[in-house]
Antibody, heavy 121, light 107 residues
Framework: EVQLVESGGGLVQPGGSLRLSCAAS????????MDWVRQAPGKGLEWVGR??????????EYAASVQGRFTISRDDSKNSLYLQMNSLKTEDTAMYYC????????????WGQGTLVTVSS | DIQMTQSPSSLSASVGDRVTITCRAS??????LAWVQQKPGKAPKSLIY???RLQSGVPSRFSGTGSGTEFTLTISSLQPEDFAIYFC?????????FGGGTKIEIK
């Protein structure tokens, strides 16, 4: 069974940093691209970014709203995905989900339960 | 960025009704269009990908059609567990972009 479990969320002041983690199990993590997607309270879904797999040099893509502030990384030996968030703004307040990307169609098929990040003074 | 516009933003329907949601893309996304379902306080769940392919385990009352810039999600006979928010998203071009969502409420 595919499982994705996010952690690391919490309350942080504007300008601060936070590192989210996503622990994966039930599939060969190293084969898959992985995404982060967020959802502000009461709002829709917003794609944050993607990391490709080793075969594609672990390259990354980011939404313009987080480019230069957020960094996605992964540790295949630990079946884990990370999101380093720096220079946080109040508008980054959201539930953050990790999502597995299929190897063929390159779309999200499984999502974690999310971890809540609140940016407030 | 490709903008995804869903309509309606909400609708009221009864169990057994046929429901159709529309998603329009500002540019051609080929058939790289997916639908997800989200219930209150829960993670999104994949329903349909590649415009019309059902995610494993999704009931056959869900179907998707379209191509290019106009797509639809149809629920042939609404069930109590289908009351939720539905989002379309395109994955043809970076950044991946989502529609604003359609909330299906009980009439």
């Amino acid at each position: 069974e595919v499982q994705l479990v996010e952690s690391g969320g919490g309350l942080v002041q504007p300008g601060g940093s936070l590192r989210l983690s996503c622990a994966a199990s039930g599939f060969t993590f190293s084969d898959h691209y992985m995404d982060w997607v967020r959802q502000a309270p009461g709002k829709g879904l917003e794609w944050v970014g993607r990391t490709r797999n080793k075969a594609n040099s672990y390259t990354t893509e980011y939404a313009a709203s987080v480019q230069g502030r957020f960094t996605i990384s992964r540790d295949d030996s630990k079946n884990s995905l990370y999101l380093q968030m720096n220079s946080l703004k109040t508008e980054d307040t959201a539930m953050y989900y990790c999502a597995r990307i299929t190897t063929t169609h390159k779309r999200a098929d499984y999502w974690g339960q999310g971890t809540l990040v609140t940016v407030s003074s | 960025d490709i903008q995804m516009t869903q309509s309606p933003s909400s609708l009221s329907a009864s169990v057994g009704d046929r429901v159709t949601i529309t998603c329009r893309a500002s540019q051609d996304v080929s058939n790289y269009l997916a639908w997800v379902q989200q219930k209150p306080g829960k993670a999104p769940k994949s329903l349909i990908y590649g415009t019309s392919r059902l995610q494993s385990g999704v009931p056959s009352r869900f179907s998707g059609t379209g191509s290019g810039t106009e797509f639809t999600l149809t629920i042939s006979s609404l069930q109590p567990e289908d009351f939720a928010i539905y989002f379309c998203h395109q994955y043809n071009t970076y950044p991946v972009t989502f529609g604003g969502g359609t909330k299906i409420e009980i009439k």
